[in-house]
């Protein structure tokens, strides 16, 4: 996907489509890391401690509800 930089004000801006952000859970809320190796520029989602344990107990909770007879069987 080729883009191009947007005027803003006095500023540029690069517009992410809806399903790029959609796809890595990105909303005006979400902190962005922004670096650069000084040949590209890497922009990631800022991912804190506590939304990084939020979401291994939703994955935890899926699976548990999913395979929770095949738990009980090797349980007993």
Known sequence: MTK???RV?????LVIDKPILDLLGITMETDLEITTDGKG???VPRVTESDRRRRVKAAADRVMT???KTFEKLAK
């Open 4 to 6: 191009r930089l947007t």
């Open 9 to 13: 004000g006095n500023s540029q801006a």
């Open 41 to 43: 520029l890497h922009i």
């Open 66 to 68: 999913k395979h929770r």
